[in-house]
């Protein structure tokens, strides 16, 4: 298994492309099962994840086509198409879910295009038990037949799924996007209450609209979506990551450098950059994107909690500690949608970081003046970054294990840091 290893203390300097978002482009591809005609994604990035999506799709008998834009460092993502003309398979087998949590995202399109589907429970990231109830309910709630049987959702509708009120008790994005997806073929209007509005339900939602979806409401907590009887194919441009942007631009503070992202100065990283503002950073936008500057004067310790969007998000939490760990100060980090997702803390503190945790979501960081290099082991995806970023900034050399984390949601991490002066090289587990 790779490792990534770092020799920190170089301030990082240049130009960093943001590719499209993960987050994004998973439930968009599993949206294509909606219709039997082609769905062209364009701005996909190269990421573990969007590989296990797509052969979760061609399990289930979609074509899948992938265009990969040359040079492979281009700005621009690839491009992919989706059919589902010939779907012959409404499982989602245990083999390819455990690999990733957003598998789940086919449970909806399946049940409401079939009339069944056959989804394992999910595995991914872990942090916290990260049950699917919400999602199973909202389907029940709208006609579908569920039963858990030997780690697998059946579900199954007689005619079509009927559209109905839907108050969700929590946020949740998955269980958002799932019955979304179930909705716009659904007979009649079904309301979601408390929907999740993070961007990259819009960018769903949006494409769904394009598709010939009916849906109101996008980007509020109230979305009703007429169903329709059949969706169309289209062609669609996703978003730019807001986690990878928020990622370096956290690079870019806690090495005391300066970075410029080649993303729009959107309104989509008003709370991370409102943060890493009050933090003392620099952050003007350019012609061509955002440029993050750290170079003059210290950073501060700000008190963060993560919120759903448009709060503060819980995919920066962990990067945001990092940079906490070398402020002036003393920071509270508190983690409101996960439980377990402080996981990182004892290998910052293995680095030389004072935290103590407080009740299993707070977090108090007081800053000290260095991080120094250790070896550390990665838990999740937003944790691995972390430790990367702790690493980059500290004395000496970090290793940092377990970095299949890092494939499924960063492109080219290791060459995209290096363009900007980071001494890091991916190694394999031999050397
Ligand atoms: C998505 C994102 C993930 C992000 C998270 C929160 C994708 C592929 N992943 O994950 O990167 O960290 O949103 O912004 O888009 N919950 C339940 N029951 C459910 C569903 C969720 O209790 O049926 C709970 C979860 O355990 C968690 C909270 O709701 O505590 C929010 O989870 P959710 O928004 O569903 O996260 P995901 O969609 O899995």
Redesign the pocket.
Known sequence: MDKIRILGGVPLHGIIPIAGA??AV??LMAASLLTEETLTLSNVPRLMDVTTMANLLIQHGVELSMKRKTPADSYDGDIIELCSRSINNTTAPYKLVRLM??SVLVLGPLVTRFGQARVSLPG?CAI????????LKGLEQMGARIQLNGGYIEASVRGRLKGTKIVLP??????T?NLLMAAVLAEGETVLINA?R?P?VCDLAHCLTVMGAKISGIGTDVMSINGVNHLYGTSYDIIFDRIEAGTYAIAAAITRGEIELLCPCSPLMRAVFTFLKKCGVQIVSTERGVKISAVHGDIMGIDVMTE?YPGF???MQAQVMALMTTARGVAMITET???NRLMHVQELIRMGAQIDIHRTSSAIVRGVPKLSGAPVMATDLRASVCLVLAGLSAKGETIVDRIYHLDRGYERLVEKMAACGARIERISAEL
């Open positions: 993960k987050n998973l439930p949590r957003a991914g916290g038990t990260r049950p699917v109830d919400l999602h929590q946020i949740s994005v998955g269980a996007e999740a993070e990259e759903p998000p819980t995919d949608i996960f439980e």
